[in-house]
């Protein structure tokens, strides 16, 4: 999700710099609370072992979706008719199910609205009359005639009685008829529920649709029933399933969706027909409509409407676009274990730019392949980016990009929200307690993949980066926060930047690269299409790499401690005697990293150290002994800058 504020406040800074400039004399640093003698993570058990991996009891249940749904674009409603599939696989019976309506969060005074949570809120912006309209819930019984629910809707939430509890290894099936209005009302205002949307183009609108269908929270070992209400920051955790789904309405209308299209001769010109089944074999851009033949009616099936029909496996999720205005492309890709997908793109004239989405393809191929060559393959069949006004929005198969980004920025959205189909689409954590668990993981990996991307062309999400040493201001969170409880300005900072700057440390400096992409690999592998916590994550990274991690997920995730390394003292030997200098270290604030350390003697030469971060288990007082006898002239904690030390005055001593 690219919801990003751009510029943090004038506090975070003041706070930052105050940070700066504190001096402790008194060390914060305990030892103990860094490297205990017991476990500082949960103990594993038979669903989530010790290991980080999925245990021999784990368990998740399942929801099988098939809806058909009418765009009535004059009144810009959408009415739905879904069967939804639940199989119950947790080891206790169940005698109500929860749903999300995410649409209800345009109600007035919806907790959404009321919290106040968004990047930006304009209290002058109208309430629309929004939300689901649920006509009817029917189970599907085929013993007896269909039964009609009984359900009680809370905010974004709605709970269905069962009349007979479904037990372990069961599953039923129900039927729901939906309608709910377009939020047009909220087109042009910047508020983070805005998922669903509609964007004015020169050549008609373009819907971007999702959460548009009431989806099955999730039912877990960790929570019980997820059912926090939707408030904007925190996103969703669903449950894995198949999609069928018929999309009609009239047929000027584009439609593309995160599943395969199952009748293109119903919806195709013979034309565009014969242009769609050549793309996959192709590694150029092949348009499927043309910019010229925008306005064209010829390029659209002369009759009233069309029906779209679509399907898509294994899945959490699906979204679809719709738009008059489209300009539609195709490019192959073959991935690099020999997969053929295809990408696909949908923009309005006017964002066709060299310096834009003219691009996207481009964008597409490398992004695909690059994250499946390095962590995992790309499990779909397309991959579809269509030009929205959602700035940046991710779902299976399918990302909403801004229709109006250019250079830097577009390559960034584009890599972002493609890179979340490995988190949280394939790894299905659970985005509305743990943000941090699919942004800064993605974050992470985009950050590498701008480095490789056509030799450094684009700074990527750098370029809005704030300095290292304001991730640690005392105004910030910890990452562990749950993510409505975060400022919206300090979202990025926190479950973005933060997360991506401290795994990069810790690949590149702490555990070495080769070791942590191996852990990182394996945490996908064993976590694809399940749902780990947080601490199946550290767990998981800790067994891989070998390492007791703790003390890092410790300071720099379920806290916000600050590293504050200084030279305490510097004992030269005697005048004119021979012998060896004593440098005293001390670490003055609660967290601890590895020490690197440069000497300079007054004879010239120098000697760098890089001490582990064992040598902070006694205590706050490292005593060190170069290798080279002679008076030391000058001492330098972290010459190179690599640790985030947030007091940079003391690291530094000179005769």
Not at 7 to 26: D, I, R
Not at 119 to 130: E, I, K, V, Y
């Amino acid at each position: 999700m690219n919801r990003i504020l751009i510029g943090l406040s004038f506090v975070l800074f003041f706070n930052t710099f105050s940070v700066q400039s504190q001096h402790h004399e008194k060390s914060a640093y305990i030892a103990s609370d860094l490297f205990p003698a017991l476990p500082g993570l949960p103990t594993g058990n038979p669903y989530r072992t010790a290991t980080g991996e999925p245990g021999p009891a784990y368990w998740q249940n399942r929801a099988d979706y098939k809806i058909d749904v009418v765009l009535n674009d004059k009144t810009e409603v959408i009415t739905g008719t879904e069967t939804i599939t639940y199989t119950n696989n947790s080891p206790q019976s169940l005698s109500f199910l929860w749903l999300q309506l995410d649409q209800n969060v345009y109600r007035k005074h919806s907790k959404g609205l009321d919290s106040q949570l968004f990047l930006m809120n304009s209290a002058s912006t109208a309430t629309p009359a929004g939300g689901f309209t649920i006509e009817a819930i029917t189970f599907q019984d085929s013993k007896t005639a269909s039964k009609e629910a009984v359900y009680t809707v809370h905010d974004t939430r709605m709970r269905v009685e069962l009349y007979t509890p479904l037990a372990s290894g069961q599953q039923l099936s129900f039927q729901i008829k939906y309608s709910y209005k377009f939020p047009r009302n909220f087109r042009n205002a910047d508020f983070n529920v805005n998922r669903t949307d509609i964007l004015a183009t020169r050549n008609g609108d373009i819907y971007s649709v999702a959460q548009w269908y009431p989806r099955l929270c999730v039912l877990d070992d960790v929570s019980g029933w997820n059912t926090l209400p939707y408030l904007g920051n925190g996103e969703f955790y669903l449950e894995y399933g198949n999609f069928d789904v018929n999309i009609t309405l009239p047929s000027a209308y584009i439609v593309e969706a995160s599943g395969d299209l199952l009748n293109p001769e119903d919806v195709l010109t013979p034309a565009q027909l014969e242009r769609w089944k050549n793309v996959r074999s192709s590694d150029k851009k092949v348009y499927i409509r043309r910019a010229e033949e925008v306005t064209d009616p010829a390029s659209r099936p002369s009759k009233p409407d069309c029906t779209w029909k679509f399907r898509l496996t294994n899945a959490r999720d699906f979204a679809w676009t719709a738009s008059k205005a489209f300009v539609w492309e195709g490019i192959g890709i073959t991935l690099p274990g020999g997969k053929k997908v295809w990408g696909s793109s949908l923009y309005p004239v006017e964002s066709k730019l060299t310096e834009s989405w003219d691009r996207s393809g481009e964008y597409i191929k490398f992004t695909l392949q690059h994250f499946s060559g390095k962590w995992y393959e790309y499990p779909y069949t397309k991959a579809v980016n269509v030009a929205s006004n959602l700035d940046g929005m991710e779902y299976p198969a399918l990302v909403f990009c801004s229709a109006k980004d250019k250079g830097n920025m577009y390559w960034a959205v584009v890599n972002h929200e493609l890179g979340h189909t490995w988190f949280p689409m394939i790894v299905g954590s659970n985005e509305r307690r743990y943000a941090w668990m699919d942004e800064g993981l993605n974050a992470f990996m985009d950050n590498i993949a701008t480095r490789e991307f056509n030799g450094g062309e684009f700074k990527g999400y750098h370029e809005i980066d704030i300095p290292v040493a304001a991730l640690f201001a005392d105004s910030l969170p910890p990452v562990m926060t749950r993510p409505d409880a975060i400022a919206g300005n300090e979202v990025y900072t926190v479950q973005y930047q933060k997360v991506a700057y401290l795994l990069a440390l810790l690949r590149e400096y702490i555990v070495g690269k080769e070791q942590f992409d191996a852990a990182f690999r394996n945490y996908i592998s064993h976590w694809a299409y399940k749902h780990p916590s947080p601490w199946d994550f550290f767990n998981s990274m800790n067994n891989s790499t070998g390492e007791d991690l703790y003390w890092f997920w410790k300071s720099m995730f379920l806290e916000n401690y600050r590293l504050d390394q200084r030279i305490a003292n510097v004992i030269n030997p005697s005048t004119g005697k021979n012998g060896k200098a004593i440098v005293v270290i001390e670490n003055m604030d609660k967290a601890a990293m590895p020490l690197q350390i440069e000497i300079q003697f007054e004879t010239g030469k120098k000697e760098l150290y890089n001490l582990p971060v064992e040598i902070w288990e006694q205590g706050s007082v490292y005593k060190f002994i170069p290798d080279s006898e002679g008076t030391i002239s000058k001492v330098v904690i972290d010459p190179q800058g690599i640790y985030p030390d947030v007091n940079i005055a003391n690291n530094s001593w000179s005769k």
